[in-house]
């Protein structure tokens, strides 16, 4: 809470600072008030093609806050975003998970490849029932609290120039309520998203599910794939409802061994809410994740693709490669950012 407390009174005091240079200005820059709107602003809309950023990509950054998290991505150039839940949520109240989850997840993980010792088998057990008890926390909180706080998280956001066309948050699993998942959709709405993601579930039922919940609360419901996706995965649930839609990974797609990946971005395009961006290798070359230019997947020929139809979906960076010695995650979405705009130049 005190790394939080200091970050928002720097974002202030670098909003105020920013203000008390255009009183400083003149008469003159008063007189053009398009340009005071968007002045210290950032702007990732490249030639018609909106290029936006996951805020996972700044996982690595030491200060998760919603104030910090902002401040990265107004640093990397990003005008544009899907913001995962933690930040938003944590900013209006929710209460901090004792679990070390990178501890949990790395453990489920080694439970699903089969690894797992005896007493690996002990801490996970434990570390599941204090999951278990947080999760129920969290939803007596969803119930209980006040959504103004999103409103103005909204606010803090679009005044910095950064608008939030997707939410990702925790609230969409098959073990949440539905007034749960509910919850997680108006949030969104109150942020200014037109979609909310999440994994596919390769369940029929959930996505029916899910389906039916976002067509009842106006809002897109877009499956974000990994190396399950193939051409087809998504036919189900875009069946099920019109409020089911894609939220593509175009390098995952590629490392899946897909051969067509641009067929199915012209395929699916009308489904298609939001698209991850990365470089990932085909199987033959490993399916490594690599800085921009040096895989396999066509990102250079899909934004090509997005300006010449016109597409509307976001291209949304995702940093997953390995962060060079002496650079930062901001460091690297600003180079993800500045071979979009070499491309599309």
């Known amino acids: 809470m005190k790394t939080r407390k200091l970050s928002r009174r720097k974002f202030l005091g670098t909003s105020a600072m920013a203000t008390a240079g255009l009183s400083l200005a003149g008469p003159s820059l008063f007189g053009a008030p398009s340009i005071i709107s968007s002045w210290n602003k950032p702007n990732s809309l490249i030639n018609g093609v909106q290029i936006g950023t996951i805020t996972y990509s700044f996982r690595s950054m030491p200060d998760q806050s919603a ?39 790395g453990l489920m993980r080694a439970k699903g490849d089969g690894e797992l010792s005896a007493d690996q088998q002990k801490e996970l057990a434990d570390l599941q029932s204090q999951m278990d008890s947080y999760n129920k926390q969290l939803a007596e909180w969803r119930r209980k609290m006040s959504m103004n706080g999103f409103t103005k998280l909204k606010k803090m956001y679009n005044d910095a120039g950064v608008h939030i066309y997707a939410f990702k948050s925790s609230a969409f699993r098959p073990d949440n309520t539905d007034d749960e998942i509910e919850w997680g959709m108006k949030a969104a709405k109150l942020l200014g998203a037109s979609h909310v993601t999440v994994e596919h579930p390769s369940d029929d039922a959930q996505t029916l599910r899910l389906g039916n919940l976002a067509k009842k609360n106006k809002i897109y419901m877009a499956y974000h794939g990994h190396e399950q996706q193939t051409p087809t995965l998504w036919d189900t649930a875009l069946k099920q409802s019109d409020y089911n839609a894609l939220n593509l990974d175009l390098g995952h797609y590629v490392a899946a061994g897909n051969t067509d990946p641009l ?22 070359n490993g399916k490594g994740n690599l800085p921009w230019g040096k895989g396999d997947t066509p990102i250079k020929e899909a934004l090509h693709l997005m300006h010449n139809r016109k597409y509307k979906f976001p291209g949304t960076i995702e940093l997953e490669y390995e962060i060079p010695e002496g650079s930062n995650a901001v460091e690297e979405v600003k180079k993800c950012l500045a071979y979009c705009e070499k491309v599309l130049a």
């Open 67 to 105: 104030e910090a998290t902002l401040q990265y991505v107004v640093d990397s150039g990003i005008s544009a975003i899907e913001l995962m839940g933690d930040p938003a949520e944590s900013f209006v109240g929710k209460p901090e998970n004792p679990v070390d989850r990178r501890a949990f997840y």
């Open 263 to 284: 067929g199915i971005i012209k395929e699916k395009h009308h489904h298609i809410k939001s698209m991850h961006l990365k470089d990932r290798q085909t199987p033959d």
